[in-house]
């Protein structure tokens, strides 16, 4: 598997998996289903592996792909899903030996079905789905792998049991909810279920105002960061699709329509780089009506300053909760001034917005770099 395939943005490899699944083609799932300590990925990362050891996707960062990528081979032959647990935490053996990670992973390696197709077609729909997939226990006749998908408003759907369903309905609307995964136990008569509960969302969205040079580098590094990208350019200027090859949808629309131009919603993240005051204005405005969580405004903030001014000969301000929503200068400080340098200081502050996480540095942070999962006990 190549460097540019193991790294490729989770999308992609959504993409993959329906493609396999379409052409009906062999391919064995990798899932991390639980974490203790550290490591490169968290639960819910997957890897896509072929017959002929290639794949997409990564689950570690190198210290277990050629492990998985041997076992997948024995699943296919068997054509059964198993559950596998690897302990990176010693030091007497090759896996302590500077491998990347220090912790305990364990991953579920199945073969790849129609059992997973509501999981693309949701995604792809932009519908969160959760999934619920039965990992071990001594408290079940299911067999390793059956499941049951959950959608909000509508509950569960799928082959197990209404008892073990009503047990995971409080902790999967939460993980669907957030997104994260765990491994879930529950008590049943006969023993302890041990469940996957996987909360499946669709991308964020990034939606570019502009149509100036350096929106082709926002658009780039966004999708590698795994953002549908949506570039808008102003009074049709260059509302061409050639000319932004990595946007996901290229819409001209006047500044005055931007509440109007789509669904806005606080999965959807806005940057305004049109470099032109009036129209930069009328946008602000406008964003400022729907639910976005974040409005990136390109310039200086002397430029803001201005803008505020002449709003406010209009009788207009702005109250805290809108000056919260709005960041101007836009991007995190990160030096440099190169259009690459610039879109990854743009990129990069979208991102921890959306991940509802401060910027710093990692090594100045108490506690574990990923959130920890937590769940809200029924008792």
């Given at each position: ?22 052409d009906?083609?062999?391919a ?8 203790e ?30 492990e ?11 054509d059964t ?20 990670c ?17 999981v ?20 079940t ?50 023993g302890?279920?041990?469940?996957f509960v ?55 629309a ?38 976005v ?18 709003f ?5 301000t ?19 001034d190169?259009?690459?340098q610039?879109?990854q ?34 008792d």
């Amino acid at each position: 598997m190549s460097t540019s395939e193991w790294s490729l943005p989770e999308t992609d490899v959504f993409d993959r998996i329906r493609a396999a699944l379409d052409d009906d083609s062999p391919a064995v799932l990798a899932t991390v289903t639980a974490v203790e300590g550290s490591a490169y990925r968290r639960p819910g990362a997957k890897m896509l592996l072929d017959p002929d050891g290639g794949g997409a996707g990564s689950i570690t960062a190198g210290c277990l792909e050629d492990e998985v990528r041997a076992l997948a081979t024995d699943v296919l032959e068997a054509d059964t899903p198993r559950v596998e647990t690897w302990d990176l935490t010693g030091d007497d053996d090759v896996w302590g030996l500077g491998v990347g990670c220090n912790g305990v992973i364990t991953v579920l390696l199945e073969p790849l079905t129609e059992s997973y197709r509501p999981v693309v077609e949701a995604r792809l729909a932009g519908e969160p789905i959760g999934v619920a997939t039965v990992v071990g226990g001594s408290g079940t006749d299911l067999a390793l792998g059956t499941r049951a998908y959950y959608r909000p408003g509508e509950g569960f759907e799928g082959d197990l049991d209404e008892e073990l369903l009503e047990a995971l309905a409080g902790p999967t609307e939460s993980l669907v909810s957030s997104g994260k995964a765990e491994t879930l136990t529950v008590d049943a008569d006969a023993g302890a279920i041990e469940v996957f509960v996987e909360g499946v969302r669709p991308p964020p969205e990034l939606v570019v105002f502009g149509s100036g040079h350096d929106v082709g580098p926002v658009v780039e590094l966004a999708k590698l960061v795994d953002f549908r990208v949506t570039v808008v350019p102003f009074r049709g200027g260059h509302a061409d699709s050639g000319r932004f090859p990595g946007a996901d949808e290229v819409v001209s629309a006047s500044p005055r329509d931007v509440a109007e131009l789509r669904a806005w919603d606080a999965d959807t993240y806005a940057v305004i780089m049109s470099h032109n005051f009036l129209d930069d204005r009328i946008a602000l405005e406008g964003l400022l009506e729907t639910s976005v969580p974040y409005i990136g405004l390109m310039g200086p903030k002397k430029r803001f300053e201005e803008i505020r001014e002449a709003f406010a000969e209009e009788g207009r301000t702005f109250t805290e909760t809108e000056l919260e929503r709005i960041y101007t200068p836009i991007g995190l400080n990160l030096g440099g001034d190169t259009p690459y340098q610039i879109a990854q200081s743009i990129v990069a502050e979208v991102q921890a917005v959306a991940h509802d996480n401060t910027p710093g540095h990692l090594s100045r942070q108490e506690g574990p770099i990923h959130d920890r999962v937590e769940l809200a006990s029924d008792d």
